[in-house]
C-alpha cells in the first residue's frame, strides 16, 4: 500500500525530566523516513519542579499540564522559527508520563493535544498509550516499529536499547516481523533522582559522580529480585516503580555508582529473554551520553555497543522523531503497537486527533 508523505513533527517530555525533544520527519509512517531538523530545549528550574511534583498523579497536575503545554507549543514554534518551517500537516505529542499502571488498565500523559492544537494552528495526534492499556496491552513501549522502520537495512540480530528515566529495548531478528520490546529496568530516572538530592544537579554528568563510587552489591541483587525480572515479555514500567529499593545510606558516590550498576544488570537479565543473541547494540537516549554507564554497558555485554549516532541516527531526536512517525501511522490508521511489542491480543492502533482551529 502506497501512502502519501506527511511533514510531521514529534514532541518527547521524558521521564528524565531534562527537557523536551521536537524534531521533524518527512515519513509514509511506513518504510519511508526522512530525517530533519531538531531541537532540545532543556526545562527550566520552575517547570521541572512542577513535573516532578506531579510524578505518581500527585499536587497540581492541571497546572503542571498547561505549564507543559505551553511549553511543547513554545518547543513546536521556535523549531519552526529557527529552521524556517512553513508547513507542517501533523504534530505527535507524545506528553509526559505522569504514572503508568497498564495492569490496572490505567496509563497517565500530560500535555494536552487540544491546546496544543490551538497553540500551534497544526492538527495534534497525541493519547498514544490510552487505547493499547484498553485493550489489554502494556502501552509500552512505542517506538520498536519506528526503531524496524530506520534499522530495515541494518544486519540483525540487533538490540536498540533506549536509556531514558526508564531503560527499554527493541529486538529485531532477521525476519521482517520478528520483533520483540519491552521495558529493562531503570535507566537515568533513578540515577537523576539520586544526583538531584546529593549534588543538586539535575544528572550525573558523564557518570563522573558514579566512576569515583564503590558499587553495593547487596543493593544490586534486591533490586534484581524484584518480580518484574521474572516476569516474560513484553512487560513495562513506571518511573517510580523500583523507587522504594533505593538504598538511603550510601555516600553519593557509592549510590550513583550502584544505581549504575543497577541499570546495566537489568539489561543483562532482559538480554535472557532475546529469541537469538543480538550481534550489535545501538543505545538511544540520555543514558548514551553517560561515559560511565555507556563502558560498563560494554564490558557487561561483550558485544558491539555504542550509540546509535554509529548508525547514521540522531539519538537526541529519535524519540521525538518516532512520535512524529506514530502520528502519521495513526492518521492512516496503522498498527502503533503489535503483540510482540507491548502484549497486545492483535495489531492496535491509537492516538487521538486534535484538530487545528
Not at 515519513?27 to 527550566?44: F, H, M
Not at 513501549?141 to 530495515?152: E, F, G, N, R, V
Not at 560511565?292 to 529519535?318: H, I, N, Q, T, Y
Amino acid at each position: 500500500m502506497s501512502l502519501r508523505l506527511y511533514r510531521a513533527i514529534g514532541l518527547m517530555s521524558g521521564t528524565s525530566l531534562d527537557g523536551i525533544d521536537v524534531a521533524m520527519i518527512v515519513t509514509d509512517g511506513q518504510n519511508r523516513v526522512d530525517a530533519g531538523p531538531a531541537l532540545t530545549l532543556p526545562y527550566d528550574d520552575d517547570l521541572r519542579a512542577r513535573l516532578r511534583g506531579v510524578l505518581g498523579g500527585k499536587g497540581d497536575v492541571t497546572g503542571a499540564d498547561l505549564s507543559l503545554t505551553e511549553a511543547l507549543g513554545m518547543a513546536v514554534r521556535r523549531l519552526r522559527e529557527h529552521y524556517r518551517i512553513d508547513a507542517v500537516d501533523v504534530i505527535g505529542c507524545h506528553g509526559h508520563t505522569i504514572l503508568h499502571r497498564p495492569r490496572a488498565g490505567y496509563t497517565w500523559q500530560i500535555g494536552g493535544g487540544r491546546l496544543l492544537a490551538e497553540l500551534t494552528h497544526v492538527d495534534v495526534v497525541s493519547d498514544f498509550r490510552s487505547a493499547d492499556v484498553a485493550a489489554g496491552g502494556e502501552g509500552a513501549p512505542l517506538a520498536p516499529l519506528y526503531h524496524a522502520a530506520l534499522a530495515a537495512t541494518l544486519q540483525k540480530p540487533l538490540a536498540v536499547l533506549n536509556i531514558g528515566g526508564v531503560a527499554n529495548v527493541t529486538w529485531m531478528g532477521d525476519q521482517p516481523d520478528a520483533l520483540l520490546a519491552f521495558d529493562t529496568g531503570p535507566g537515568n530516572a533513578l540515577i537523576d533522582d539520586w544526583a538531584w538530592r546529593h549534588t543538586g544537579r539535575p544528572f550525573d554528568a558523564e557518570g563522573a559522580l558514579a566512576r569515583n563510587g564503590k558499587v553495593d552489591d547487596a543493593a544490586v541483587a534486591r533490586f534484581l529480585a524484584h518480580p518484574y525480572f521474572l516476569r516474560p515479555p513484553p512487560k513495562s514500567l513506571d518511573r517510580n516503580d523500583f523507587a522504594a529499593l533505593v538504598p538511603s545510606d550510601l555516600p553519593a558516590a557509592d549510590g550513583a555508582a550502584t544505581l549504575t550498576a543497577i541499570t546495566v544488570a537489568a539489561v543483562l537479565r532482559a538480554r535472557e529473554h532475546f529469541p537469538k543473541p543480538a550481534r550489535r547494540w545501538l543505545v538511544t537516549g540520555g543514558g548514551r551520553l553517560n561515559r560511565f554507564l555507556m563502558s560498563r554497558l560494554g564490558e557487561a555485554l561483550e558485544s558491539d555497543v555504542g550509540p546509535v549516532e554509529a548508525a547514521g541516527w540522531d539519538g537526541d531526536s529519535l524519540e521525538a522523531q518516532a512520535f512524529g512517525y506514530l502520528a502519521v501511522r495513526s492518521l492512516a490508521g496503522l498498527p502503533l503497537s503489535l503483540p510482540a511489542t507491548t502484549g497486545v491480543s492483535q495489531p492496535m492502533t491509537g492516538g487521538r486527533l486534535f484538530r487545528a482551529a
